[in-house]
């Protein structure tokens, strides 16, 4: 039996069945923007491996920084002890946050990012002596993660349904959008205000449910009804942080900040998992001074001595060059080659249902664009590095493949997830 007839046959891969797996490439290597496979052939990554590789593939710093710190300490638990890359990264995230969120909690993924997020604001409310304050406001159109309590703060409508009865029951507002009539989340608020702890949302580019793009006004309005009725306002910039919408945090646009912000995807630039919840001190004291006074949450690989390292070598990275410059760069030639929707690096194309699995495989090898459509979204978000004769590329791939027939057969979620 070969590698590829083990993969077939015994490893789930995302979003996929055993019973008839998508193909998959087997991937040899990679460098910069490009992924080698095993049959020789390269492809360009337009999607940052899940909007991660900000600075491309093995970038030889971050590498580099991995290496160093393996050869000193590869993990060692948290509880009790504390490292220099853990110390050092803290401050340099608490350096480049919107000012006075300066308290830091290293999960090791997205999802648990926004469930840490999410158990703040609940034991913040709980030490203010309301503990009936335990469900989230979230918005139609989000996509929070995979885990549980981040399912549950995504789209009710959208990818988790199948688990709806498990899942705890929260509040959701309309999705955004420039209709301000249909900003119901204020009097969401005024309803259950007895009930809502906080509010969650992507601030303004929905990614992974809706590829939708929003105003800063509804952000601002939010941050208005939020003070009014004493309820935390948590921003998800784990997508669109980092520059991928154009300012190094998506919210920036709005001129404001949020209680609690979650980072991760290109944190570590793509080369091993690592996320933080960011908090303000004000929500640290209160959480510090109810009871209990700890908060409540210890992952195994918190603030892992690797992972810490690599946030280094990529926040280093970040500090180095204009990275908004590049991002809007990106923008630009979208533009230019005619995609319908960009902000930032972030291009879209939207088609009524994806075209057959043939076409997609068939573009992606004439192309040499790698491709992941979902839903009824053709986009691409290439690494913050890619040149612009690959943007253009990218663009032509997107292009081709939204002109494809669709696919009668599909489902009308076209069968791929993010």
């Not at 009097?187 to 105003?215: S, T, W």
């Amino acid at each position: 039996m070969t590698p590829l007839e083990y993969d077939r046959l015994n490893i789930w891969h995302p979003y996929a069945s055993l019973r008839n797996p998508p193909p998959v490439r087997f991937a040899k290597s990679a460098s910069g923007t490009r992924i080698l496979l095993d049959s020789g052939k390269e492809l360009i990554d337009s999607v940052s491996s899940w909007w991660c590789v900000a600075h491309g593939h093995n970038h030889p710093h971050i590498v580099e920084a991995i290496r160093r710190q393996s050869e000193k300490l590869s993990h060692v638990m948290f509880g009790g002890f504390t490292h220099a890359p853990a110390i050092e990264l803290a401050e340099r995230l608490a350096s480049i946050a919107p000012e006075g969120l300066d308290k830091i909690f290293f999960a090791d993924s997205g999802s648990i990012a926004v469930e840490v997020a999410v158990k703040m604001c609940i034991q913040y409310q709980h030490a203010l002596g309301r503990p009936g304050r335990c469900k989230m406001l979230a918005l139609k159109g989000g996509y929070h993660g995979d885990t549980a309590c981040a399912m549950a703060l995504s789209d009710p409508d959208g990818m988790h349904t199948l688990f709806a009865g498990m899942m705890p029951r929260h509040y959701f507002a309309a999705m955004p959008g420039g209709d301000v009539r249909a900003w119901n989340f204020r009097e969401i608020l005024e309803r259950h205000k007895d009930e809502i702890a906080g509010v969650v949302c992507e601030p303004v580019f929905q990614a992974a449910n809706a590829m939708n793009f929003y105003g800063a006004e509804y952000l601002r309005e939010m941050r208005k009804a939020c003070d009014e009725y004493g309820i935390l306002l948590v921003f998800d910039e784990i997508a669109a942080g980092f520059h991928r919408t154009g300012p190094r945090w998506a919210h920036e646009r709005a001129g404001i900040k949020p209680d609690i912000m979650t980072v991760g995807k290109a944190l570590t630039g793509g080369h091993i998992t690592l996320a933080a919840t960011l908090a303000s001190g004000a929500v640290a004291d209160v959480i510090s001074r109810g009871s209990p006074s700890a908060f409540m949450h210890g992952p195994t690989y918190m603030a892992n001595p690797l992972a810490c390292a690599a946030g280094i070598a990529s926040l280093e990275l970040f500090e180095r060059e204009d990275y908004t410059a590049k991002a809007e760069a990106i923008g630009r030639i979208f533009r230019e080659e005619g995609l319908p929707q960009v902000m930032g690096a972030v291009g879209v194309v939207k088609v009524p249902r994806l075209p057959a699995r043939a076409d997609i495989d068939r573009i992606i090898d004439s192309s040499g664009v790698w491709l992941r459509p979902f839903a009824n979204f053709i986009y691409a978000m290439p690494p913050l590095v890619t040149p612009e004769c690959e943007v253009r590329q990218i663009a032509a791939a997107l292009k081709e493949l939204a002109a494809c027939p669709p696919d009668p057969s599909a489902p009308d979620d076209g069968g791929f997830h993010e």
